[in-house]
């Protein structure tokens, strides 16, 4: 029978497929990278992208916290030597799920309905299409404190067996990617 940490990274990584495979598919249409059709402060003509270019931010808020159960289920298997490494892991995840899930939420919860209802005042700093507004920056964040929880993670693996080694190599990676 498979443990439930087992279910979580089942799900954790089907549900990283899918979030991805939405991400790719509804990139925003501003910053640095964009080519053509570019959206431009104050972001205030991007009501036609609604509700399309905000979906991978449902199945991203559920992977933060899939990734914070993850991150519980392999402190709760850690050797006794090696919890201390765990536990620091444990609290980066928590932050980066605390700090995604608000980000996303907000776009979700406020910038969507205020876009809608043509309520543009200030959303500039907030909007996804801003690469220099407050969503990039605490979405940084997150992501960082999502690689500082990796690397510790990785830690928590001392290479016994080759799955072992494996797991704190891809893990250590995941924190340098």
Same mark, same amino acid.
């Given at each position: 029978?498979?443990?439930?940490?087992?279910?979580? %990274?089942?799900?954790?990584?089907?549900?990283?497929?899918?979030? *991805? %495979?939405?991400?790719?598919?509804? $990139?925003?249409?501003?910053?640095?990278?964009?080519?053509?059709?570019?959206?431009?402060?104050?972001?205030?003509?991007?009501?036609?992208?609604?509700?399309?270019?905000?979906?991978?931010?449902?199945?991203?808020?559920? /992977?933060?916290?899939?990734?914070?159960?993850?991150? +519980?289920?392999?402190?709760?298997?850690?050797?006794?030597?090696?919890?201390?490494?765990?536990?620091?892991?444990?609290?980066?995840?928590?932050? +980066?799920?605390?700090?995604?899930?608000?980000?996303?939420?907000?776009? $979700?919860?406020?910038?969507?309905?205020? $876009?809608?209802?043509?309520? /543009?005042?200030?959303?500039?700093?907030?909007?996804?299409?801003?690469?220099?507004?407050?969503?990039?920056?605490?979405?940084? *964040?997150?992501?960082l404190m999502m690689s500082l929880?990796?690397?510790?993670?990785?830690?928590?693996?001392?290479?016994?067996?080759?799955?072992?080694?494996? $797991?704190?190599?891809?893990?250590?990676?995941?924190?340098? /990617?």
């Amino acid at each position: 029978m498979f443990s439930f940490g087992f279910w979580v %990274a089942v799900a954790t990584a089907l549900t990283t497929a899918v979030a *991805l %495979a939405i991400a790719v598919n509804t $990139l925003p249409m501003s910053g640095p990278f964009c080519t053509a059709n570019c959206v431009t402060y104050p972001y205030a003509d991007v009501v036609g992208l609604v509700p399309h270019d905000y979906i991978w931010m449902y199945p991203a808020t559920l /992977l933060a916290s899939l990734f914070l159960v993850l991150m +519980a289920c392999i402190h709760n298997c850690a050797a006794a030597n090696r919890k201390l490494y765990s536990r620091i892991g444990l609290c980066f995840a928590a932050m +980066a799920t605390t700090i995604l899930s608000i980000d996303y939420y907000i776009q $979700l919860a406020m910038v969507q309905p205020s $876009l809608l209802k043509g309520e /543009l005042e200030g959303l500039a700093l907030i909007s996804q299409y801003n690469p220099h507004g407050i969503f990039i920056a605490l979405e940084e *964040l997150g992501y960082l404190m999502m690689s500082l929880a990796f690397l510790f993670m990785g830690l928590v693996f001392v290479g016994r067996s080759k799955l072992e080694r494996s $797991l704190r190599w891809l893990l250590i990676l995941s924190a340098a /990617l």
